[in-house]
C-alpha cells in the first residue's frame, strides 16, 4: 500500500505542533498531553453528537465529496469518503483501537515497530449496520484512546518509535494527529446530515 505523508491510522511525518489540525482554542501553545486531550475529546463529543442523528446507511453525494475532497487527510484517502456512515463509525472504532495498542506498545518498548493498518481492509465488515449498534462499542473505544493518552506525561511525548517502512516517529506525533484524525471524519458525517435532513439525493 502507498504510504503517503499524511497517512490515515499513521502520525504524519515533520513538526508535531503543526499535526493537530483541530480548530479549537485548545490547539494554540505548545503541544502538550493535556493540549491533545482536550482537543481530541472535544472531536469525540462532536462526531458523537452528529450520530444521533444518522441511521447508518447515509453516504455523500459527488458534490459533498468535492468539498471535502482536499481537507485533512482525505486528500491521500479519498475512497473513505465513498463510505456510509456505519462504515465511517466502524473506521473510528477501529482506528481508537489501533491507536490505543500503539500508545501502549511505545510505552513499554522504547524504538518499538509499529506495523502499518490498512483503513479499507474492513470498510466492507461495518456497511448495513445500524449506527444505534455501533454508538456504544465507539464511545467505549475512545474513552479506552483518551485514558491511554491521559496516561501519558510530556516526557513520553518524545519517546522514539519507528514505522514499518523504517521511518522514525514519537508518540507525541503519533497522538497528535488524532485530534485532527476525528475532526475530519466528524466533517464527514455532518455533510451526511446535512443532506439527508435537506432530503438531497445522492449524485
Given at each position: 500500500m502507498t504510504k503517503p505523508q499524511r497517512a490515515d491510522t499513521r502520525a504524519p511525518r515533520g513538526g508535531l505542533a503543526a499535526e493537530t489540525r483541530v480548530e479549537t482554542s485548545h490547539t494554540t501553545g505548545p503541544l502538550l498531553v493535556?493540549?491533545?486531550v482536550l482537543a481530541l475529546r472535544d472531536q469525540q463529543n462532536r462526531v458523537a453528537r452528529v450520530l444521533e442523528d444518522l441511521s447508518g446507511d447515509e453516504a455523500?453525494?459527488?458534490?459533498?465529496r468535492k468539498m471535502l475532497i482536499d481537507i485533512g487527510h482525505f486528500p491521500d484517502y479519498?475512497?473513505?469518503?465513498l463510505w456510509t456512515a456505519a462504515q465511517v463509525t466502524g473506521h473510528?472504532?477501529?482506528?481508537?483501537?489501533?491507536?490505543?495498542?500503539r500508545v501502549r506498545t511505545v510505552r513499554a518498548q522504547r524504538g518499538a515497530v509499529l506495523a502499518d493498518f490498512d483503513p479499507y481492509r474492513n470498510a466492507g465488515r461495518w456497511a448495513g449496520q445500524a449506527i444505534c449498534q455501533l454508538q456504544e462499542p465507539l464511545?467505549?473505544?475512545h474513552k479506552q484512546l483518551l485514558n491511554a493518552i491521559e496516561s501519558l506525561d510530556e516526557?513520553?511525548?518524545l519517546i522514539p518509535a519507528v514505522w514499518d517502512d523504517g521511518t522514525?516517529?514519537?508518540l507525541g506525533a503519533v497522538v497528535g494527529f488524532l485530534p485532527g484524525h476525528v475532526s475530519d471524519h466528524a466533517r464527514q458525517l455532518e455533510?451526511?446530515?446535512?443532506?439527508s435532513s435537506r432530503g438531497s439525493d445522492r449524485r
Open positions: 493535556e493540549t491533545i455523500l453525494g459527488v458534490a459533498a479519498a475512497p473513505e469518503l473510528l472504532i477501529e482506528s481508537a483501537r489501533v491507536f490505543t495498542g464511545g467505549q473505544a516526557r513520553a511525548l522514525p516517529v514519537t455533510a451526511m446530515r446535512n443532506l
